[in-house]
């Protein structure tokens, strides 16, 4: 067993990761070092097991030869490989943006009936991008001609996806003049398997430029449709405040933790935990009430629209069962873990699977039903309630800690925010930018990760140097969660971390200096909030001109590699901690670091240390203000403030 206080960096985690111990709960740091030492070949992308006459490696062999039986490069193999990773991403994003255009449609059709119309401007917006008839229509007529065209997105075999159209005239020019403006979703992530089948593509630039199309499809495609219906469906977020940590589990109520991505399911379990019947058969098995939380972009998705709290991120699912605090914790698609169900099984808790994509052996399906949604719903806080009286309360070991953040930013309210109520436009942030009040704008994203330990260093670190440096941060996905535990998404982290310039106009706007804009499809935020910005005049053309840069300081999944292509490919310099697995070609690491510039106006870069990580997004930031001849920055730096 590990130092607990090298492997987490908030105490809340080490108290759990110590309770998993006691109980024998064996989560994925251990099983993290009994995977020491990683393949080496894996981590280098130079494995390939495309075919049978493999797998091959694409090392040095006794012959002096770097190639596999069939004759692929090193930089054959390591692009194939990567393009698979953003197929898989985008893949994952896209599917849940397809699903929530299903549920839309049903909702529309009048058989998802538990769903509505809840933001009826957006829809309208969409409607008028979609080239949807509206006149002399109802919203629900409306928003049936938007489902069938965003549905019809996924397979389109031509054309270009509707909202590319929001990005900046020259960006879509710098996609089309580079062939990679995608056709449609689904076709783009066929397109990667068939041309990483054995004997098709074997040319690494041509395979990463389809990957930039790919990853495209996801972030302006499925991600940003994702979004955009959720909003429409089940409200558009506004700020709110809410608690995240392992602490707003309750010693006294029934605990149920929603975790995966999808907000169709989570959003009715909210609905029913609420209601009056339920609360009652909660009392009568004991309990104090229903404390619903989540783990993951679930969580994401009901912080920003309903203000429950996040239990933690990806690294906590299982910490939140070594609790033994949890009654059912209800799981659907993505970055679930396997070893879930064996935590699980070390006490009363319930692991309930609801995806038909998502199923675990000797885990209770039920499977999510649109059509029966709230009942569905219903069903599962019953099993949780019912599950109540077997909790062991001698054990229960639940820390203390919670921290108190504002979520609830959306591209279209935040910036708007700035220019107050009577003036909404994003005139305020580019005027900010341009003074020099604040350096730039940020995102920092992703998972966590535990080949980055203390876990939330990176996030954290990187974050306190951005806004100590004037620069203001967006966050989605774990991060968000991993900075929103130290504080940092609290509007008082202004005055305690931000420069002068950043304090300004958080106390000005009454915002925090870290913004958290969702889950991880709603990166599309960031995206849109770039485009604004460009809109807005006086910072460029174009989104690689802007003073922009973006972060995943942990990334893990194959999604973090498709959001990270598709933001650079979009214009934006972003900074990984750990590289890709591309260094077993230089050529393929070349590309990704310097030659995209020429290509999109932007590259990737690698490095581990969070500090210096945002040193290199704020260099570039001061590049690019140079470029535009922006004025100097007003206020000196502040003083680093001592690591907590
Ligand atoms: O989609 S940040 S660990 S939870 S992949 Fe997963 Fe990564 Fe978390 Fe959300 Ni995003
Ligand atoms: Fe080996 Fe080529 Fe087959 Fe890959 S595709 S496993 S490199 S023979």
């Known amino acids: 067993m590990g130092d607990n206080g090298k492997r987490m960096r908030d105490p809340a985690s080490q108290q759990a990761l110590a309770a998993a111990e006691a109980r024998g709960v064996v989560t994925a740091f251990d099983r993290y070092e009994s995977q020491q030492p990683q393949c080496r070949f894996g981590k280098q992308g130079i494995c390939c097991r ?87 229509k109802s919203a629900m007529e409306i928003a049936r001609g938007v489902a069938e065209h965003a549905l019809g997105e996924f397979g389109q075999q031509t054309g270009e996806l509707r909202f590319l159209g929001r990005a900046p005239e020259r960006r879509q020019e710098v996609w089309r003049k580079l062939g990679v403006t995608p056709r449609g979703i689904d076709r783009e992530i066929v397109e990667c398997m068939h041309r990483t089948h054995m004997g098709v593509d074997t040319d690494y630039r041509n395979i990463l430029r389809h990957g930039i199309r790919t ?62 019947e339920l609360l009652k058969l909660a009392e009568e098995k004991g309990a104090k009430g229903i404390q619903l939380s989540g783990i993951c972009c679930t969580a994401n998705e009901i912080l920003m629209r309903q203000g429950v709290p996040s239990a933690g991120h990806f ?71 019912e599950k109540f009286p077997e909790r062991d309360k001698e054990t229960v070991d639940i820390p203390k800690h919670t921290m108190d953040l504002v979520a609830g930013f959306t591209a279209e309210y935040v910036f708007r925010m700035l220019g107050g109520r009577f003036r909404p436009s994003y005139r305020p942030l580019n005027n900010g930018i341009i003074e020099g009040r604040l350096r730039g704008v940020a995102g920092v994203v992703g998972c966590c990760n535990p080949n980055v330990q203390p876990v939330d260093y990176g996030h954290v670190e990187m974050v306190k140097e951005l806004i100590r440096n004037d620069v203001l941060v967006l966050q989605t996905g774990c991060s968000a969660i991993a900075c929103a535990k130290e504080g940092l998404l609290a509007p008082e982290a202004a005055a305690q971390y931000a420069g002068r310039g950043l304090q300004e106009i958080c106390e000005a706007v009454g915002i925090p200096p870290v913004l958290h804009v969702g889950s991880c499809v709603d990166n599309s935020r960031i995206l849109i909030a770039c485009c604004e910005v460009i809109n807005e005049g006086g910072l460029g053309e174009d989104i690689s001109e802007a003073p922009i840069a973006g972060a995943a300081p942990e990334w893990m999944s194959e999604k973090a590699v498709s959001i990270g292509m598709y933001v650079v490919a979009s214009g934006v310099f972003t900074v990984l901690g750990k590289p890709l697995p591309v260094e077993g070609s230089q050529a393929v690491y070349d ?45 000196e730096e502040r003083e680093p403030v001592a690591a907590g």
């Open 50 to 136: 495309l075919c049978s006459m493999g797998p091959c490696r694409a090392t040095t062999t006794a012959k002096g030869e770097k190639i596999g039986v069939c004759g692929a490069t090193a930089d054959t193999i390591v692009a194939r490989n990567l393009l698979r990773m953003i197929a898989g991403g985008a893949a994952a994003h896209s599917d849940h943006g397809r699903d929530v255009a299903h549920t839309f449609l049903l909702m529309a059709e009048g058989k998802a009936k538990d769903y509505k119309i809840k933001d009826e401007r957006k829809l309208r917006r969409l409607a008028a991008e979609y080239q949807v008839e509206t006149e002399g």
């Open 215 to 276: 990853a495209l499809g996801d972030g302006w495609g499925g991600s940003m449709i994702g979004t955009d219906l959720q909003d429409v469906m089940l409200g558009s977020p506004l700020p709110i405040r809410a608690k995240v940590n392992l602490g707003v589990l309750s010693a006294d109520k029934v605990n149920i933790v929603v975790h995966g991505h999808e907000p169709i399911l989570s959003e009715m379990i909210v609905e029913a935990s609420r209601e009056p």
């Open 315 to 385: 690294l906590q699912q299982e910490l939140a069962i070594a609790t033994g605090a949890v009654e059912a914790m209800v799981v659907d698609v993505q970055c679930l873990m396997p070893g879930l169900a064996e935590a699980a099984k070390c006490f009363h808790t319930e692991l309930i699977t609801t995806s038909p994509k998502g199923r675990m052996p000797g885990v209770r399906h039920i499977e999510f039903d649109e059509e029966q949604a709230l009942d569905v719903a219903r069903e599962i806080v019953r099993i949780a309630i």
């Open 591 to 635: 590309y990704l670091t310097k030659e995209m510039d020429s290509e999109v106006g932007a590259t990737w870069a690698f490095e581990e240390d969070p500090v210096a990580a945002a040193q290199m997004m704020i260099e570039h930031m001061n590049e690019k203000r140079a470029a535009l001849k922006l004025r100097p920055m007003m206020y």
